[in-house]
């Protein structure tokens, strides 16, 4: 079975500085997807970066980055100069990649707040 | 700007009454579509799954005479909430994948249903 685990329900970090939101991850799926979404008090879901379980290098997206560290089944979210409006909650996500793959799960979140 | 639209994102209605809620990929044709349920400060649910021109397939517990999924054409996807009661009152958001960029799974904005 797959499971996601994030194991912060809460993080504070100042604005300006990086912050990492940790996920970790299970599958005996060799092929698959790891995805952060944000979600602000709005309610919708925000694409941040994905990384495959193939890929060599690690994602990265502008402020945003990924720790992809395959041994230790780990695909951390690294924000960088942290703004006022990246407090939102931030899921981690995967997927199964091949044809009849797992579907999508979640982990439970991270709620960021970033502090002036 | 948004790939994925839903509308609406609030409603209110009264017990006993059907709410329609729509999901439509703006940027791509989707053959799968994805229903979640979010309760407050949890994260996403997978509802269902819909298929464009056959039946949805629904997650074990849902109620499919409950909440009715129609996958009309490649861009539309419709969820009914019928007869909807107090304990139907939830965050539902969408999900499509986008087969070109990476299957890619990005969500509207989410639908607020209050049911008095």
């Known amino acids: 079975a797959q499971k996601i685990t994030q194991t912060q329900p809460g993080m504070f970090v100042q604005e300006k500085e990086a912050v990492t939101l940790d996920c970790t991850y299970d599958?005996?799926?060799?092929?698959?997807?790891l995805f952060w979404y944000k979600q602000p008090s709005s309610g919708e879901m925000i694409f941040l970066i994905y990384?495959?379980?193939?890929?060599?290098q690690n994602a990265t997206e502008g402020r945003y980055s990924l720790n992809f560290q395959k041994a230790r089944k780990s695909a951390n979210l690294v924000i960088s100069a942290s703004q006022l409006g990246d407090s939102a909650m931030y899921f981690c996500?995967?997927?199964?990649?091949?044809?009849?793959?797992?579907?999508?799960?979640f982990g439970a979140g991270t709620r960021l707040f970033v502090k002036a | 700007g948004a790939v994925v639209s839903q509308h609406p994102s609030r409603v209110i209605c009264k017990s006993g009454t059907s709410v329609k809620i729509e999901c439509r990929s703006l940027?791509?044709?989707?053959?799968?579509m994805f229903w979640y349920r979010q309760f407050p400060k949890q994260s996403l649910m997978l509802m269902a799954t819909?298929?464009?021109?056959?039946?949805?397939?629904?997650e074990q517990g849902v109620e499919k005479d409950k909440f009715l999924i129609n996958h009309a054409s490649l861009t539309l996807s419709t969820l009914t909430v019928t007869s909807a009661h107090p304990e139907d009152s939830s965050f539902y958001i969408c999900?499509?994948?986008?087969?070109?960029?990476?299957?890619?799974?990005?969500f509207g904005a989410g639908t607020r249903l209050s049911v008095l």
């Open positions: 990384q495959g379980s193939y890929d060599q």
């Open positions: 599958t005996s799926d060799p092929s698959y997807g």
């Open positions: 996500a995967m997927r199964g990649l091949n044809t009849g793959g797992f579907k999508t799960i």
């Open positions: 819909s298929n464009e021109g056959s039946k949805a397939t629904y």
């Open positions: 999900s499509a994948r986008d087969p070109v960029a990476k299957n890619i799974q990005y």
């Open positions: 940027d791509f044709q989707a053959t799968t």
